[in-house]
């Protein structure tokens, strides 16, 4: 199958469909199903990098004795195997946001994941267990 093409409609090109309200310029989806098949980011990122993960924050959180998520309050040691805790910003660095301990919370993967997901559709998808298991599960 060849890339950016929808896997029940391979012979469809998709379309570009704007969405202003949301973090990125656009979505590639079926022309038939509507099937998100990737995000356009917007033109003024393109060929940026993502910034990598701000692990080596993690320090900040121990003068606070903070080993859990801050989500769903587990403890680091009764995380999940293959769960790990991940620095948040809670204003994104791309939008002004700063590495000082106020603008930073301590997120299991999962809640972290989930958090960048309702960013990203600014309130939950009708199907976001299903999205989140999805995210999980490629995590």
């Given at each position: 199958?060849e ?8 012979e469809?090109?998709?379309v570009?469909v704007?969405?202003?309200t949301?973090i990125?310029?656009?979505k590639?989806?079926c022309?038939?199903?509507g ?14 990098k993502?910034?990598p993960p ?11 004795h ?7 309050m ?16 809670i ?12 603008n930073l ?6 809640c972290h994941r989930?958090?960048?997901l309702?960013?990203?559709y600014?309130s ?6 299903e999205?989140v ?7």
């Amino acid at each position: 199958m060849e890339p950016h093409r929808c896997p029940q409609h391979p012979e469809m090109a998709p379309v570009f469909v704007p969405t202003p309200t949301m973090i990125h310029h656009g979505k590639l989806a079926c022309a038939v199903c509507g099937r998100l098949i990737t995000w356009v980011k917007k033109p003024e990122n393109v060929g940026k990098k993502r910034r990598p993960p701000q692990d080596h924050l993690g320090w900040l959180f121990e003068d606070e004795h903070i080993d859990y998520c801050q989500l769903c309050m587990r403890a680091r040691r009764s995380l999940p195997t293959g769960t790990v805790l991940d620095v948040h910003h809670i204003v994104e660095v791309q939008n002004g946001g700063t590495d000082d301990r106020a603008n930073l919370l301590l997120l299991c993967n999962v809640c972290h994941r989930i958090v960048h997901l309702l960013r990203l559709y600014r309130s939950a998808p009708a199907d976001l267990e299903e999205v989140v298991a999805a995210e999980v599960n490629h995590a």
